[in-house]
């Protein structure tokens, strides 16, 4: 019996060396546990720093792919564009031809409304009332010495105003000129058709006399810048007796010439 129990205990001790040297053995890297830290509060921020950095950049790239495609709807409607203006140009040809054409037709109209409405005048003065000093307008002399203005509806009240105010100077100088002494003043009116003289004294004197000739010869000098025949010219007398002015005569165009 002592026999037998002596190897039963040996090979129980090996079994229970063996079954000791196992459960010291080390862990294998397969079966080590991992332990996770936990997190502090400054690597928690970093990393939504980071994730937000990388959130931008990422925004970026996407906004720069999208700009850099090209915009075929953009192309589309400029072609299309192109293509139609062309079509818009030849549409409007035909009609500026059109207009070229009626031009001188319409230039024509014009020129004929213009010397219709007499905006565009020629009077032709005589020899004897022309005067190198009127320049208003278009002037062409003749060889006869007579004068042929071309000028406008302005230019020619202009030309007028001064023929009037020559008149009315040559009147001044006749009532101040030692041989017209009884003569106080003499007006004309707008046409020069109708002279009013004031006289100083109650009779005819040799200067009243003689004046209907002058008078008679401004007033149709007067009407050939007009571009009229000379009408009737009347010439009235008047007395001045203190502030009291009273008609003593009139006179019509009844001048003979010797």
């Given at each position: 019996?002592?026999?037998?129990?002596?190897?039963?205990?040996?090979?129980?001790?090996?079994?229970?060396?063996?079954?000791?040297?196992?459960?010291?053995?080390?862990?294998?890297?397969?079966?080590?546990?991992?332990?996770?830290?936990?997190?502090?509060?400054?690597?928690?921020?970093?990393?939504?720093?980071?994730?937000?950095?990388?959130?931008?950049?990422?925004?970026?790239?996407?906004?720069?792919?999208?700009?850099?495609?090209?915009?075929?709807?953009?192309?589309?409607v400029a072609e299309s564009a192109e293509t139609e203006v062309p079509s818009a140009e030849t549409a409007q040809k035909p009609e500026k031809a059109a207009e070229d054409e009626e031009e001188?037709?319409?230039?024509?109209?014009?020129?004929?409304?213009?010397?219709?409405?007499?905006?565009?005048?020629?009077?032709?003065?005589?020899?004897?009332?022309?005067?190198?000093?009127?320049?208003?307008?278009?002037?062409?002399?003749?060889?006869?010495?007579?004068?042929?203005?071309?000028?406008?509806?302005?230019?020619?009240?202009?030309?007028?105003?001064?023929?009037?105010?020559?008149?009315?100077?040559?009147?001044?100088?006749?009532?101040?000129?030692?041989?017209?002494?009884?003569?106080?003043?003499?007006?004309?009116?707008?046409?020069?058709?109708?002279?009013?003289?004031?006289?100083?004294?109650?009779?005819?004197?040799?200067?009243?006399?003689?004046?209907?000739?002058?008078?008679?010869?401004?007033?149709?000098?007067?009407?050939?810048?007009?571009?009229?025949?000379?009408?009737?010219?009347?010439?009235?007398?008047?007395?001045?007796?203190?502030?009291?002015?009273?008609?003593?005569?009139?006179?019509?165009?009844?001048?003979?010439?010797?």
């Amino acid at each position: 019996m002592k026999k037998r129990t002596i190897p039963a205990a040996l090979l129980l001790m090996i079994m229970m060396i063996l079954l000791c040297g196992c459960g010291k053995q080390a862990p294998s890297a397969e079966e080590t546990p991992t332990v996770t830290p936990e997190p502090t509060v400054e690597a928690a921020e970093r990393a939504e720093t980071t994730e937000t950095i990388e959130t931008a950049q990422e925004t970026e790239k996407e906004n720069d792919a999208e700009a850099e495609v090209p915009d075929e709807s953009a192309g589309i409607v400029a072609e299309s564009a192109e293509t139609e203006v062309p079509s818009a140009e030849t549409a409007q040809k035909p009609e500026k031809a059109a207009e070229d054409e009626e031009e001188p037709a319409s230039e024509d109209t014009g020129e004929e409304t213009q010397a219709d409405s007499g905006r565009t005048i020629e009077i032709t003065v005589p020899a004897e009332y022309a005067d190198v000093r009127y320049r208003t307008g278009e002037v062409t002399w003749h060889e006869d010495d007579s004068v042929t203005y071309r000028l406008t509806e302005e230019e020619h009240e202009q030309l007028l105003a001064e023929v009037h105010s020559d008149i009315q100077r040559e009147l001044n100088e006749m009532c101040s000129s030692p041989y017209f002494l009884d003569f106080f003043s003499i007006t004309a009116n707008e046409d020069c058709s109708v002279f009013t003289v004031v006289c100083l004294s109650i009779e005819t004197t040799m200067a009243e006399q003689e004046s209907p000739r002058q008078l008679y010869e401004m007033g149709r000098r007067y009407a050939a810048y007009q571009g009229r025949e000379p009408g009737s010219i009347r010439l009235d007398y008047m007395n001045k007796i203190g502030n009291t002015f009273t008609y003593r005569k009139s006179e019509w165009d009844r001048l003979a010439k010797d």
